[in-house]
């Protein structure tokens, strides 16, 4: 199936009547450019709540607890995740929502004014774009996009619709980073020329499992959507799908993305990067997961760099940071050691200034679908696309690498000394944790030259197909929107 030309075909001749000819769907309605409903200043805002089995239950539990916002539905393909959901409104003084396991069921309800998106990364931009198309607003999960194409289709939906898109980027929302990133954007650390993040989370292995039967009450093939029939995995199912290619990103594009959205934001860049390099492996075990469990990825924006770090085995913290960041400017560093602290220091390491503060992101969203003012939105589409984006990049070049010995003498990272002294801590983390480095073998990836314009990558094929999938029809996200 060619990735372009297929997807077109698709679109033109097939798009509006394949939903109708998969089971029992409803047919595809909501292709007009809705505008959606008009809200009054009074007015109650419904919601539909899109993948309950996780971090969707903190979206229902948030939206349940403001007055001015009903749960209106519960969507997931899996009906055995309905009754908690629906015991999580009921208990907040809220009406029965209804349920249903597919999404295209909903899309034709004018009544509902949004979607609030917590299903496996894969399903996120089809998801979001139909419901923009059919005029709902839009809270979508980090990483906003399963691939970078996905991301830009979802910022150009978006403003065609005139919809209001949050990406569930959090930390946007929290003062105390909102005010580290205003003093480090004002220069009291000098001219920044590193920024690091950081994603320290011990992952233990998920084992080996053989397929089986799609469990009682789960639409597996609503499920798997946008992404290739396979047979049923509990391995690629809830949770460990996030270390399958298929449907995740590994812990780059799971708890990473959050402290790399930190890092862009405190660059202060609006684009791609000028290249990218990508490496790393799954250590300590052989399970099913295909994602790596230890992970670096180096970027070059010319004027700064930007390094971040994914560390599945247990390992110390940096400079007071696990999850987190630190970002090194010429007169100073800043650390952000949660989602609401950060902590600035001088370059002798003594203490400046401390920040700290919390938010409510999805609160933020409710707000701006009323004033529908985009730049009210702490986390707009626009910024969750291009944070997103760069997990996609680093893990594009990490997946096109070669397994190579851990070698002394690498020449990998040119003259860059802060990249030399982070594969060195690399090497030392894996040793603390039994791995044989004279044995073990690593993942290096190539440097890719990147387009930030055209956000693609420059006189590589095999990258450039990665910025994208094939996708299985009808779940085709479309080449233009």
């Known amino acids: 199936m060619a990735r372009i030309s297929r997807r077109r075909l698709i679109e033109d001749s097939f798009f509006a009547a394949a939903i109708a000819a998969v089971a029992g769907a409803p047919t595809r309605a909501w292709a007009r450019e809705s505008t959606g409903r008009q809200l009054g200043p009074n007015d109650t805002i419904r919601i539909a709540v899109l993948g309950v089995h996780g971090r969707g239950m903190n979206h229902v539990e948030a939206y349940a607890s403001m007055k001015d916002v009903q749960v209106a539905a519960i969507c997931d393909p899996d009906s055995n995740t309905f009754a908690n959901a629906v015991k999580a409104v009921e208990s907040r003084g809220g009406k029965t929502p209804i349920t249903v396991q597919d999404v295209r069921r909903l899309l034709d309800d004018d009544s509902i004014d949004a979607v609030s998106i917590a299903t496996p990364n894969h399903w996120h931009a ?37 919809r209001i898109c949050q990406a569930g980027t959090q930390i946007r929302s929290s003062t105390g980073s909102i005010e580290a990133i205003d003093y480090i954007h004002a220069g009291k650390i000098g001219k920044v020329y590193l920024s690091r993040g950081l994603c320290y989370k011990p992952r233990g292995s998920i084992g080996k499992k053989p397929d089986g039967p799609v469990p009682p009450g789960v639409d597996y093939d609503i499920w798997l959507g946008p992404a290739p029939k396979r047979p049923f995995n509990p391995n690629r199912f809830h949770y460990n799908w996030h270390w399958n290619w298929d449907y995740g990103n590994g812990d780059l594009g799971n708890q990473g993305i959050h402290q790399m959205d930190v890092a862009r934001w405190a660059l202060n860049k609006d684009k791609m990067p000028n290249s990218v390099l990508g490496l790393g492996g799954r250590f300590g075990y052989e399970d099913d997961g295909q994602t790596p469990n230890t992970e670096l990825v180096f970027m070059d ?26 970002v090194y400017g010429s007169d100073g560093y800043v650390v952000f050691t949660s989602y609401s602290t950060a902590v600035a ?36 589409i626009a910024e969750g696309h291009l944070s997103s984006a760069l997990c996609h990049l680093g893990n ?36 603390a944790n039994g791995i044989n480095l004279e ?36 779940f085709v996200v479309p080449d233009r929107v």
Do not use: C
């Open 126 to 162: 089809l998801a979001s774009i139909w419901a923009m198309q059919a005029g709902k607003d839009v809270y979508v999960e980090k990483p906003v996009s399963h691939n970078v194409v996905e991301g830009r289709r979802m910022v150009e939906a978006a403003r065609k619709y005139k």
């Open 301 to 326: 924006y010319g004027d700064a760099h930007l390094i971040f770090e994914v560390r599945g085995l247990n390992t110390p913290d940096l400079l007071g940071a696990k999850i987190g960041n630190i």
């Open 345 to 380: 220091f001088d370059t002798n390491g003594q203490e400046v200034k401390r920040f700290s503060g919390g938010g409510d992101h999805f609160r933020n969203f409710i707000d701006a679908m009323r004033s529908r003012k985009v730049e009210d939105l702490k986390g707009d």
């Open 396 to 431: 594009i070049s990490y997946r096109l690498g070669q397994e190579v010995p851990f070698n002394p003498q690498t020449k990998a990272f040119g003259d860059d000394k802060e990249a030399y002294e982070t594969f060195g801590r690399f090497e030392e983390h894996l040793k």
């Open 439 to 474: 044995e073990a073998k690593y993942r290096l990836g190539p440097t890719l030259k990147v387009d930030a314009a055209k956000e693609r990558f420059v006189d590589n094929v095999k990258a450039n197909e990665l910025l994208t999938r094939e996708y299985r029809p009808p």
